[in-house]
């Protein structure tokens, strides 16, 4: 079976400040994506950033940055210089195979980031 | 490009009464995904569809759940004498099934409240 686990439930960071959010997953399959998704106040699910199985090169996307390591099972979300907009929740994901079948949650992390 | 549709946005009812759920999908996407999200967890899996096929249903959908795409477009989710225990936020989110390109995007949501 397929587990996503994010330990940090709440994180509080003042504005500017870099966050890291932590994503462990548990999966038998060797291929499968990884994603990030934001949900605001508002309720909507936002996809921010996803990685393959195969890649485990790290990127920078603007402020977001990701850590994926298939040694440990783990893949890490950076926001830099966070801002007061950044305060969501949220989710790592997993999807097996080729990315297109349903995706297991984690129970997500919310950020609140303090002006 | 509108997006992920879900209509009600709301709803409320009494336990025992029927309820049905619309989800309008991202035109030219074949999945669609149906998920239920309850307060302070991840979205949880229901069952999802490649154009009008329902290819997998979770544990989660008991026998008073039942969904369809009827002409590969929309989508529609019953429950069928409602229980507390159904109130939750009910997640659309569609996805086109290719090599490079399988996000899934999420609508707004219907949220359920059973009295």
């Known amino acids: 079976a397929q587990k996503v686990t994010q330990v940090q439930t709440e994180i509080s960071v003042v504005e500017k400040e870099d966050v890291t959010l932590d994503c462990v997953y548990e999966?038998?399959?060797?291929?499968?994506?990884l994603f990030w998704y934001k949900q605001p106040p508002s309720g909507e699910l936002v996809f921010l950033i996803r990685?393959?199985?195969?890649?485990?090169q790290n990127e920078i996307s603007g402020r977001y940055s990701w850590n994926f390591q298939k040694s440990t099972s783990s893949f890490n979300f950076t926001i830099t210089a966070s801002q007061v907009v950044d305060s969501a929740v949220y989710f790592c994901a997993l999807s097996l195979h080729s990315g297109n079948t349903p995706l297991v949650f984690g129970k997500g992390t919310r950020l609140s980031v303090i002006a | 490009d509108t997006g992920v549709s879900q209509d009600p946005r709301h709803k409320i009812t009494k336990r025992g009464q029927n309820v049905t759920f619309r989800c309008d999908p991202i035109?030219?996407?074949?999945?669609l995904y149906w998920y239920r999200q309850t307060l302070g967890q991840g979205p949880e899996f229901l069952t999802y569809f490649q154009n009008e096929a329902q290819l997998e249903k979770s544990r989660l959908l008991s026998d008073r759940f039942s969904a369809e795409r009827p002409k590969g477009s929309f989508s529609t989710l019953e429950i069928q004498r409602t229980e507390q225990g159904d109130s939750a936020m009910y997640l659309c989110a569609s996805s086109l099934v290719s090599f490079s390109y399988n996000e899934q995007f999420f609508g707004p949501g219907t949220r359920l409240t059973v009295l």
């Open positions: 990685r393959n199985s195969f890649d485990e």
């Open positions: 035109s030219e996407h074949n999945r």
């Open positions: 999966t038998r399959d060797t291929t499968y994506y």
